[in-house]
């Protein structure tokens, strides 16, 4: 049974018909931004709290969803457009653009904003359609998960164009299950859990090759039982070090003060005594009397 509280969210889950004891999970965007990029946080788990084993699928669908267009910063030369997910962080490696601009011939910059860190650019490409093209406009690249994705136009001279709207595609992973019909929950949001390991997964060919029942899986909400770790808990290794270096120093610094605090200061020499220190100096010699047997003086 994993430990509850160390993840954030939670999804129900509900799978009947599954004849053959396998369903089939399509994972929404509230659960795909509640986990990690790599989703090895995911654990479904019964009303008794212990987790079934699931596989991931070697091949991801695909769903558009309507983005929230947002105007970006004004500029003359360029039109800006804050492209938000339903869900963030999400993971999309298409856009579909909707306008009734009759000809286009523009270039494009296309933005990412991560969750962490400055923005970057994803692509950089050209917009273009012919008259009388009433198609939308699809801009496809690279996967990248950010929280939100910024199109910047570049207009010249030209009016900047309307939208009217703007769908993300977003891969969605599917988890083949192996349990009976009932009622469970998709835990999800533990940046700490390790990848799990199934037995299943030996025979991924034979589980992708029986039928699976659909299985519904709703919206991720916060977790009511989750507890954030304390900071130790979820220190690395490198924050331990920083922590040891830093505590090392202090220690030297320390020690080094009091040890200069430690030393006696000096004794000043008193009147006619000479400081021990200092050494002896030799007698001055008187320089000859002129005109006594020495030499002349020269000027």
Do not use: C, M
């Amino acid at each position: 049974a994993p430990e509850a509280a160390s993840f954030t969210h939670v999804a129900p889950v509900t799978v009947s018909g599954a004849r053959e004891g396998l369903s089939r999970l399509r994972l929404p965007p509230s659960v795909l931004a509640a986990g990690r990029e790599d989703l090895a946080d995911l654990r479904v788990v019964g009303a008794d709290g212990r987790q079934w084993p699931y596989l991931r699928s070697p091949s991801d669908t695909v769903d558009l969803v309507d983005a929230t267009v947002e105007p970006g910063e004004a500029d003359a030369r360029a039109s800006r457009y804050l492209l938000v997910p339903p869900a963030a962080p999400a993971r999309a490696n298409a856009l579909v653009l909707h306008t009734d601009a009759p000809y286009l011939a523009r270039d494009y910059v296309l933005w990412a904003h991560p969750s962490e860190g400055e923005r970057f650019v994803i692509q950089r490409g050209r917009l273009e359609r012919a008259p009388n093209d009433a198609a939308p406009i699809r801009v496809d690249f690279s996967d990248t998960r950010a929280d939100r994705f910024e199109l910047e136009i570049l207009d010249g001279s030209d009016a900047p164009i309307a939208i009217d709207r703007v769908r993300l595609s977003l891969p969605s992973p599917t988890l083949v299950r192996a349990a009976p019909d009932g009622d469970y929950q998709l835990l999800a949001g533990d940046p700490r859990a390790e990848p799990p390991r199934y037995e299943v997964e030996d025979a991924t060919d034979l589980l992708l090759s029986v039928r699976a029942a659909d299985a519904t899986v709703g919206a991720a909400t916060t977790n009511p039982l989750h507890v954030e770790p304390e900071w130790w808990e979820g220190a690395d290794a490198h924050t331990w070090i920083l922590w040891a270096v830093l505590l090392l120093a202090v220690l030297v610094l320390g020690g080094l003060t009091l040890r200069l605090a430690a030393q006696p200061e000096p004794e000043p020499a008193g009147d006619g005594e000479r400081a021990e220190d200092e050494p002896e100096q030799p007698p001055a010699e008187e320089p000859p009397a002129g005109g006594e047997g020495g030499e002349p003086t020269t000027f």
